[in-house]
């Protein structure tokens, strides 16, 4: 059995958070897929909120470096790139380690456009991208309800929590 050491645990948890400010005009990229609606999300890469949590909390949950020192903002490289990118990084450190996700679970926090209707398709992107099945992963979608800098709409914000255990 490949192990990482003696004292690694059988399983292991990562949690991952990230915001993006939102800009007039659409769509906005979430989990993979291109919402359509009045606002974009700003940012150096595609700006999407749902793959950069669920990237930050696979790397989290093995102790790698998170998304922002892994992908730094100042590479050119960066720019615009396809957020797709970041989580297949996040999956082979993870394999790298010998660990593989148990599940995913997952919220966005967005007062507009819906998200509920693409959920089933970013679960189907995320479960290719991470190779896993798509009831690995839960996604539910809350509005600010009007509150705050998301229920105004200024921002969108989304938060991931992975099991993973050995393999
Ligand atoms: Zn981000």
Same mark, same amino acid.
């Given at each position: 059995?490949? @192990?990482?050491?003696?004292? @690694?645990?059988?399983?292991? &948890? *990562?949690?991952?958070?990230?915001?993006?400010?939102?800009?007039?005009? *659409?769509?906005?990229?979430?989990?993979?897929v291109? &919402?359509?609606?009045?606002?974009?999300? &700003?940012?150096?890469?595609?700006?999407?909120?749902?793959?950069?949590?669920?990237? =930050?909390?696979?790397?989290?949950?093995?102790?790698?470096?998170? %998304?922002?020192?892994?992908?730094?903002?100042?590479?050119? =490289?960066?720019? =615009?790139?396809? @957020?797709?990118?970041?989580?297949?990084?996040?999956?082979?450190?993870?394999? *790298?380690?010998?660990?593989?996700?148990?599940? !995913?679970?997952?919220?966005?926090?967005?007062?507009?456009?819906?998200?509920?209707?693409h %959920?089933?398709v970013?679960?189907?992107?995320?479960?290719?991208? !991470?190779? &896993?099945?798509? =009831?690995?992963? @839960?996604?539910?979608?809350?509005?600010?309800?009007?509150?705050?800098? %998301?229920?105004? *709409?200024?921002?969108?914000?989304?938060?991931?929590?992975?099991?993973?255990?050995?393999?």
């Amino acid at each position: 059995m490949n @192990s990482p050491s003696k004292t @690694s645990p059988p399983i292991r &948890i *990562g949690l991952g958070y990230d915001s993006h400010r939102l800009g007039r005009g *659409g769509p906005v990229r979430v989990g993979g897929v291109d &919402i359509p609606g009045d606002v974009h999300a &700003i940012g150096h890469s595609d700006a999407d909120v749902l793959l950069h949590a669920i990237t =930050d909390a696979i790397l989290g949950s093995v102790c790698e470096q998170d %998304i922002g020192r892994l992908f730094p903002n100042t590479d050119p =490289d960066n720019r =615009d790139r396809d @957020s797709v990118d970041f989580l297949r990084e996040a999956i082979s450190r993870l394999h *790298g380690k010998h660990y593989a996700i148990g599940n !995913l679970d997952c919220v966005i926090l967005a007062e507009a456009p819906k998200m509920a209707p693409h %959920i089933d398709v970013m679960r189907s992107v995320i479960a290719e991208t !991470l190779g &896993i099945e798509v =009831d690995q992963i @839960s996604i539910k979608a809350k509005s600010g309800e009007g509150v705050g800098e %998301i229920g105004s *709409g200024l921002s969108i914000a989304a938060r991931a929590v992975v099991l993973v255990h050995k393999v």
